[in-house]
Structure formats: structure tokens, C-alpha cells
């Protein structure tokens, strides 16, 4: 999704900025621009769509300056060219924006400001902002003033920053609904969309909260929250100063081909990693800081909705199955952008647990607000500490599985899953109805998934490599699981499509003969999971039914099924795991499939074409 950067300090503001933007690629974008002010108030606009590079070329010739802002545009209003992508300018060209989000009502401003003389150059809905601070800054005595009173004009949602002509020495930025973050470094300040943006300059960060604006000079800064009126004042706040605990090598491939293929080989570390300091494997206790405080509230909690989107949606999938079996708590899993159109029905006992890699995910956020607003409970499993999700939530836990930088969703699922697992083993002991045993023994095998995952990326990496390079040029792929490993196969499809372009479907096995099945030709190939598990025979049935129309099997077996080795084209293996807890490395073949299919196909894994890492529109 789009990403802004802004800088004022000492050094090379546009070198700097145009760095930042570089680190937000991997975000998605279709266009960039970079906008700049010298100390005498002369500024500078470069843009161009398409990569960051062609603008870097257009930037040769700005002269240094100390102020800077930039932007990564993800078209949502106005197709993807010079004219749309940001930043945008007003009338004068004095007053430059940078916006991620989205103005509900840019027609009637737009409308207004047109009759009033404004004219507009861009199809976007964040030129409007623009134009309103140059009209408001006509009257008030700041920029800060101007800014403030434009966004009470503004319905929907903006992370935003501003720099002026006629103010050379500031950089303004604000939030509603949009992430920012401001950056302290040594005598300079950083605005970022993203902490990945500014993490090369400092780790000391301030997340701004949804209607505050930060104001800086080379010396100064100040945190104010918006005026709710063009006649309201803003109020000057405080805020904590965070650090952030991940660097920039962090964020880099060490070595593999794709941030993608990267994060698939940390499974072992992110499995770790969650579960790190929750396992008291011997007494079949979970421990979590993040929920103990509120242990009263969670042991009235009569039911479970998670709500996510895509990958996250898929993850609480195997959630409720957790919950169900290990907590016996009634559990749903909804997906984000659908929960508030339900209407959802919930009360003070509904814990809502919001499932979320970027913790900005805008459907998701909404979906917290409208369970808060309706008295429920609200939880999350975020990755991004900070993140608005993880900030909004009134209790939760962070998956730590590290800077997630490929589109494509892979250690993070992992890595949910494992706080899934564990959350809802918490539950049940916490309602007693998991015995301290039998919670002991599935910790106990939980803490042994690190070492088989290492194992299992080693051994099935072979097999995987040839069912991919036998099938990666079809059209059509079925993926099918049963029970617990149904989200699995929901979520190896998703890959598959996502990332190498191939139509693919998960289904239910089970579901097959009540409509897919139809599709079924010589040759269509389908990816069975199917472990030595309670269903296992149905989905041998399954397996029976698809080949008897000429399907073509890939089966995700368990290590000594000898029997799956007649029926399937394909056979790549899996160690035996407890049911319910398969789902946390049944997963890895799929996403290892889906890789090197796309790989094969001559895709860039990591930036798919359409796709944004982070969703911050509904
Ligand atoms: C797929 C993928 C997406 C995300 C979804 C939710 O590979 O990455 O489906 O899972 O956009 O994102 P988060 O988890 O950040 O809320």
C-alpha cells in the first residue's frame, strides 16, 4: 500500500528520503514522487510511475536541501501516472502533501474549492488536502494552524505529510486512520508510513495516534492533536518515545533468492520465537503476560470470533479448531471485511481476536473498533509491535515473528498458528477443561516443532522442487484438505494464485462432488493434504473420485504411508504429528510449492503484480 517518508535535519533531505522510499518498495506501489525545499523557500517536485528507480534518475538534479517528503502510491482514486502520484501541490505550488488513506469526501471539497478558484490537476482524492491548507493558510497565522483547520474538513482517513515554501524550515505530519510514525534522530526528524523506512537513520520512534499531528523544525518537535473544528484549537501532548528492537540486516535476503523464499527457511526460528518464554511444558501451563492481567475477564468468555483477512483469516480457521478442541469454547472464524456487515451479534462474554501480520490491515481495525463499540472483549495476535491493531486491542500478543518484507504471507501464518495454538491451550486451562496432562503432552510436542521443521525444509525440498517443475506451467490447480488441514489447503491455493499467477481453488475435500468436481479433466492437477490423521480415508475417497476422472495427485503424505505412493503422481512427505497441531508444518511444502512454481514461471515473488503488503484500505 502506499508509503510516505518525510525528513528535515542537516543532511541530504531528498538522498534521504528517496532511501526510505526504496525500503517501502516491497510494500507495493505503482508510482513515487519526491518533493523538496531549500532554505530559501525554492522547491522542487519530482515524479514518475513505475519503479523507483525512473524517479531517481529525475531526482539528479534537485540541489541538496534539509527538507523532504516523498511517497509510494498504490492507485485507489485515478489511475497510476505522473499527474495522480504524489506529492501534490496547491494551486501555487508552495504547499506540498504526501497522503496514504483515503478522503471520503474529496467530491464535495473538490466541488467547493473549484467554485472558490482552485483548480485541480490530478483525478486523486488527496489533491483536496492540498488546496484546503492553501486556502486556510491564507487566514491562519501557521502552517500548523492552516493543516489543522483543512482537516476538519476531512472525512475518512489520511497518515499525512506537508512541507510549504513559505516555511522552509518545517515538516508537518498527521494521522487519522492511516499509520505514521515520527523518527528522533541526531538533530533531525523523520515522518515514515512504516518504521522499515527510517530504521537505517534511528530506532527511537513516536507512533502517532489517530488525530495528532507532529511538528518539526531541525531543532524542534512537537506532538499536537487535531482541532475537531476549523475553529478548534490544537493542544500540545506528550508521547512515549519507543525503541525499535529489529535492524536494518533484518530486513535483508542473507542469501536466499526472494525475501519470500527467505522467510519460508525461518519457520524453525519463528516457531521458536512464539513460543519462547509461554512453554511450562512440564505443568501444561502457558504463560502470557499480555493476557494474565486481564484473567478474570477471560475466564467469563463464553465464545471466540477471530476476525482477519486472507492469510490471517486462514490461520483463525485452525484457530477455532484450537479453541474447540482445547478451550471447548464455541468459536467463529470471520472474515474481517465481511464482520461488520453481519451485524455481528456479541456481548461483554464475546472475546473478539484480531489475527493480524501488519496490525494495520484497515478492515481488520474496524472490525476491533465495531466489537468494542458493541462491549465485546478485544484481542489481538499481531506481528508489528506498535502497529495500530496492536495499540487498539485491549489485551494481546505479539507473534515476534520478525519483519515479514515478501507480499506473500508465509512465517507469519506459522507463526500464528503457534499463538493460536497456545492461546487456546491457555483457554483451557484457565476454564479447566483441558487436564494439566494432556496439555502437557501437546507443549511437549509443540516444543519439538523447531527441530522438524529444520528437518522437514531440508527433505522435502526435492519433492517439492519436481511436482513444481512437472506442473508449473498449467492454468488450474485444486487444493484440497479435510478438518485441520482444510485452512492448510485454503491457504496453499492462495499462494499458488498470489504469487505465480495460477487460477487456483482450496476446497474442502469433502466438497468436491457438490460442484468443483465438474471441473475435473485429464490432467488437472490437485494438491491433497493428506497426513495418516481421523480423516484420513475420506480423503482417499476424494483421492479416488479426482483420479477416476484423470486428475493428476499431488499428495502431502505422512513419512511410512506406503499406500499413498499408489494413488498419487506425486508424494511429498511430512513427519507424523499430532492432529491438530499438523497445520503449523503441513503448511511449509505448500508455500515452498508455491515458490518455486512462481520461480519457475519467471515471477517476482516478492512484489506480485495488484498486491500491497499492507491492506490500509477497506
Ligand atoms: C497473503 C497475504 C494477505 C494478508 C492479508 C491480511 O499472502 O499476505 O492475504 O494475510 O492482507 O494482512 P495482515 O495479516 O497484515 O492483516
Not at 472475546?351 to 466489537?371: H, P
Not at 506498535?386 to 486491542?393: D, L, N, P, Q, T
Given at each position: 500500500m502506499c508509503g510516505i517518508v518525510g525528513y528535515i535535519g542537516r543532511r541530504d533531505a531528498v538522498g534521504i528520503a528517496l532511501k526510505g522510499l526504496k525500503r517501502l518498495e516491497y510494500r507495493g506501489y505503482d508510482s513515487a514522487g519526491i518533493a523538496s525545499c531549500d532554505a530559501k523557500g525554492v522547491v522542487f517536485l519530482e515524479k514518475s510511475p513505475g519503479k523507483i528507480a525512473s524517479l531517481e534518475r529525475k531526482l539528479k538534479h534537485i540541489p541538496p536541501s534539509i527538507l523532504a517528503i516523498g511517497h509510494t502510491r498504490w492507485a485507489t482514486h485515478g489511475e497510476p501516472n505522473f499527474e495522480n502520484a504524489h506529492p501534490h501541490a496547491d494551486c501555487k505550488n508552495e504547499i506540498f502533501i504526501a497522503h496514504n488513506g483515503i478522503i471520503e469526501n474529496h467530491e464535495t471539497i473538490r466541488a467547493a474549492l473549484t467554485q472558490e478558484g482552485h483548480s485541480f490537476r490530478s483525478r486523486t482524492d488527496s489533491e483536496v488536502v492540498a488546496h484546503l491548507v492553501e486556502r486556510e493558510r491564507a487566514s491562519a497565522s501557521t502552517l500548523e494552524e492552516a493543516v489543522t483547520r483543512a482537516l476538519s474538513y476531512v472525512e475518512g482517513t489520511f497518515g499525512l505529510a506537508v512541507i510549504s515554501a513559505r516555511e522552509p524550515k518545517k515538516l508537518i505530519g498527521a494521522r487519522r486512520g492511516s499509520p505514521l510514525l515520527v523518527g528522533l534522530g541526531k538533530k533531525e526528524y523523520l515522518l515514515a508510513s512504516d518504521a522499515a523506512a527510517i530504521i537505517g537513520r534511528t530506532r527511537r520512534v513516536i507512533y502517532l495516534d489517530d488525530n495528532e499531528m507532529a511538528v518539526f523544525t531541525p531543532s524542534s518537535k512537537k506532538i499536537f492533536t487535531l482541532a475537531h473544528s476549523p475553529s478548534g484549537a490544537h493542544k500540545e501532548i506528550e508521547k512515549d518515545v519507543r525503541t525499535i528492537d529489529w535492524t536494518v540486516e533484518d530486513s535483508q535476503k542473507e542469501g536466499f533468492g526472494s525475501f519470500m523464499e527467505k522467510e519460508i527457511f525461518e519457520a524453525p526460528l519463528v516457531i521458536e520465537n512464539a513460543l519462547r518464554g509461554h512453554v511450562l511444558a512440564k505443568a501444561g501451563e502457558v504463560k502470557f503476560g499480555g493476557l494474565d492481567m486481564m484473567r478474570d475477564r477471560l475466564s467469563q468468555t463464553n465464545r471466540v470470533i477471530f476476525?482477519?483477512?486472507?492469510?490471517?483469516?486462514?490461520?483463525?480457521?485452525?484457530?477455532?479448531?484450537?479453541?474447540?478442541?482445547?478451550?471447548?469454547?464455541?468459536?467463529?472464524?470471520?472474515?474481517?471485511?465481511?464482520?461488520?456487515?453481519?451485524?455481528?451479534?456479541?456481548?461483554?462474554?464475546?472475546?473478539?481476536?484480531?489475527?493480524?501480520?501488519?496490525?494495520?490491515?484497515?478492515?481488520?481495525?474496524?472490525?476491533?473498533?465495531?466489537?468494542?463499540?458493541?462491549?465485546?472483549?478485544?484481542?489481538?495476535?499481531?506481528?508489528?509491535?506498535?502497529?495500530?491493531?496492536?495499540?487498539?486491542?485491549?489485551?494481546?500478543?505479539?507473534?515476534?515473528?520478525?519483519?515479514?518484507?515478501?507480499?506473500?504471507?508465509?512465517?507469519?501464518?506459522?507463526?500464528?498458528?503457534?499463538?493460536?495454538?497456545?492461546?487456546?491451550?491457555?483457554?483451557g486451562r484457565l476454564r479447566k477443561t483441558l487436564a494439566a496432562l494432556e496439555a502437557s503432552a501437546v507443549l511437549s510436542e509443540l516444543l519439538s516443532y523447531p527441530a522438524r521443521a529444520r528437518r522437514l525444509l531440508t527433505d522435502a525440498r526435492s519433492d517439492v522442487d519436481r511436482a513444481a517443475e512437472a506442473y508449473h506451467k498449467v492454468d488450474h490447480f485444486f487444493f484440497l484438505g479435510r478438518r485441520y488441514n482444510w485452512p492448510v489447503a485454503l491457504e496453499g491455493a492462495l499462494k499458488l494464485k498470489e504469487i505465480s499467477y495460477i487460477h487456483a481453488e482450496g476446497y474442502a475435500a469433502g466438497e468436491m462432488k457438490h460442484g468443483p468436481l465438474a471441473l475435473v479433466n485429464a490432467g488437472f492437477p490437485a494438491f491433497m493434504v493428506i497426513p495418516r490423521d481421523s480423516v484420513y480415508e475420506k480423503t482417499v475417497s476424494n483421492i479416488q473420485e479426482l483420479k477416476a476422472r484423470g486428475a493428476k495427485i499431488i499428495a502431502l503424505a505422512t513419512e511410512g504411508d506406503d499406500a499413498i505412493a499408489k494413488l498419487a503422481d506425486h508424494v511429498i512427505r511430512i513427519p507424523k504429528l499430532r492432529e491438530e497441531l499438523s497445520p503449523i508444518l503441513s503448511v511449509i511444502p505448500l508455500q515452498l510449492f508455491a515458490h518455486r512454481a512462481a520461480v519457475l514461471r519467471g515471477c517476482d515473488v516478492d512484489r506480485p503484480r495488484n498486491l500491497a503488503k499492507s491492506v490500509t484500505v477497506e
Open positions: 476476525v482477519g483477512c486472507g492469510t490471517s483469516h486462514y490461520a483463525s480457521l485452525v484457530g477455532k479448531y484450537f479453541f474447540e478442541t482445547f478451550a471447548r469454547l464455541p468459536a467463529e472464524a470471520v472474515l474481517a471485511s465481511e464482520f461488520r456487515y453481519q451485524p455481528p451479534v456479541m456481548d461483554g462474554k464475546t472475546a473478539v481476536f484480531a489475527i493480524s501480520q501488519s496490525g494495520e490491515t484497515a478492515d481488520t481495525l474496524e472490525a476491533v473498533r465495531e466489537a468494542k463499540r458493541k462491549g465485546a472483549l478485544t484481542l489481538g495476535i499481531v506481528n508489528v509491535v506498535g502497529s495500530s491493531i496492536a495499540r487498539e486491542v485491549q489485551a494481546g500478543v505479539y507473534n515476534h515473528a520478525g519483519p515479514e518484507i515478501a507480499v506473500a504471507s508465509t512465517k507469519a501464518f506459522i507463526s500464528q498458528l503457534c499463538v493460536l495454538a497456545l492461546s487456546a491451550i491457555y483457554f
